[in-house]
């Protein structure tokens, strides 16, 4: 039989070699659209996503997480839960969608694309909160394999599109649309794997809606506040600068919320095991925690290191001419990304814990400082202003968090791999500095370099491939 630690491996595996498969064809879409439409256009196509992403997290209401932990402890009742839940979903996506939808048409600063794109956009957000609950099905089944096909596809189908409307010349609101088709088609894929393994159908048990609705309110709570602070620079900066910055800021904006998807990526099949280890007080709670805090280490210092040093180039070959100014942008929010990636791993086991009741007073105070300086800050220093204040707000959730886990859970890290992983990112870093090389050849001298220092500073060991491996005396335990 498999181990946990197999499947684990498995999975973040291959959700990894998706996720750069997505990626690529994530930046050949960007790159074709920020050539296509330019500086002002691609600041009115980040504007629709994001004023549409505001939205979106609102129809979530956390009942994502709901559906993972509550499969994984009650497996017997998975079609009772994925079918309401899926029915919950459905009426959200259409009620706060359509609200979106209007008070787009609302807003007098917004061009009529932006107002008519929003609506076209809405389309591929009410798609896309339908997959995320059967990500759950495929989350809890540890088959996230599945659901990488299924983006792969609908990223191509995305791309595509977009090359599509290109050619022909169609103009902005059709690049829109090709969102939607994509998200459609990757929807119906999803839908048509996920069966293999839960009977979907719509439930209306309202007895379970009520529970259901109290159970997430919490977490609804925080993903709302925490959507506030995440995406309120963007809506503040499109109201009090214009689509010019928009497109500065949307740029490195898009290849963060690229990189983010890494951490939650690997956590995505951690989350059911934590979840299990935490509700049955099994012993390798702690195993499970630190080994999740060492390999995000691992993964996140590179990447903020690697990706500071090779802004300009980062952004020349995914943006193009015009986009100069995206380069500082980028150096600032990749700090943010590293620490969103610790972020992710204290939000969810927090989560799995079900203690997330008591971070809502702390993210309530995240938001009031993030609102607070976005208002003062934004009208000075425009797109400055927000990639800084989004750093301050992630270590401020990041810290409030940790200190949550430390408390309730008795939880605290040992620095070794971090501390190693940071050396070996910082002598990465500073070699590439030195050394004017073209991207790619960057992007492997500076992963020999870091696997090398890190092989030397013991960070990885045998001992470690052995585990993923699934052997070695440890190989039963994740």
Not at 27 to 45: A, D, H, M, N, Q
Not at 137 to 147: K, P, W, Y
Request: glycine letters at 8%; proline letters at 3%; charged letters at 10%.
């Amino acid at each position: 039989m498999a181990t946990l630690t197999k499947k684990v491996a498995f999975n973040t595996s291959i959700q990894i070699i998706s996720k750069i498969i997505t990626t690529i064809i994530g930046i050949l879409t960007i790159g074709l659209i920020t050539r296509y439409l330019g500086v002002i256009g691609f600041g009115e196509y980040t504007t629709i996503f994001a004023f549409l992403g505001f939205f979106s997290i609102l129809a979530d209401m956390g009942l994502f997480s709901i559906i993972v932990r509550e499969i994984a402890r009650q497996p017997e009742e998975g079609e009772k839960i994925i079918g309401n839940i899926f029915t919950i979903r459905i009426l959200a996506a259409f009620l706060i969608l359509g609200c979106a939808c209007l008070a787009g048409f609302l807003i007098p600063k917004y061009s009529p694309n932006i107002k008519i794109g929003i609506a076209i956009g809405a389309i591929a957000s009410f798609f896309t909160l339908l997959n995320q609950a059967l990500v759950g099905i495929f989350q809890v089944n540890l088959r996230m394999d599945r659901t990488a096909i299924a983006d792969v596809i609908g990223r191509l189908a995305i791309l595509s599109g977009t090359i599509f409307v290109i050619n022909k010349n169609l103009g902005f609101l059709p690049i829109v649309f090709a969102n939607a088709g994509g998200n459609l088609i990757l929807f119906l894929i999803s839908f048509f794997m996920a069966s293999r393994f839960i009977k979907i159908r719509l439930h209306f048990e309202f007895d379970f809606w009520k529970w259901a609705l109290k159970e997430t309110l919490p977490l609804a709570l925080i993903v709302i506040l925490g959507l506030v602070y995440f995406k309120v620079d963007s809506i503040l900066l499109s109201f009090f600068k214009g689509s010019w910055e928009m497109g500065i800021y949307g740029a490195p904006y898009k290849i963060l919320e690229i990189l983010i998807t890494l951490p939650a990526i690997f956590m995505g099949s951690v989350f059911p095991i934590l979840s299990r280890y935490i509700a049955t007080s099994d012993p390798r709670i702690g195993a499970t925690f630190q080994k999740s805090f060492d390999f995000i280490s691992l993964m996140a210092w590179p990447i903020v290191s690697g990706t500071f040093v090779l802004a300009g180039p980062i952004i020349h070959l995914i943006a193009g001419p015009g986009f100069d100014a995206s380069i500082v942008v980028m150096q600032i929010l990749i700090f943010a990304v590293g620490i969103i990636f610790f972020g992710t791993l204290m939000g969810n086991t927090i989560i799995a814990a079900n203690i997330q009741k008591r971070l809502v007073k702390a993210y309530l105070i995240s938001v009031v400082f993030n609102l607070i300086a976005n208002l003062i800050f934004i009208p000075i220093f425009s797109y400055f202003a927000a990639a800084i204040i989004t750093i301050c707000t992630e270590l401020l959730v990041c810290l409030f968090a940790y200190s949550m886990i430390k408390k309730h859970l008795g939880l605290i890290p040992d620095l070794k791999v971090f501390s190693k992983a940071a050396l070996a990112a910082i002598i990465m870093g500073g070699v590439l500095y030195f050394i004017k090389i073209n991207l790619i050849a960057s992007i492997v001298l500076g992963s020999l370099i870091y696997f090398l220092v890190l092989i030397l500073t013991k960070a990885i060991t045998k001992e470690m491939f052995q585990r993923v491996l699934g052997y070695g005396a440890e190989s039963k335990q994740i």
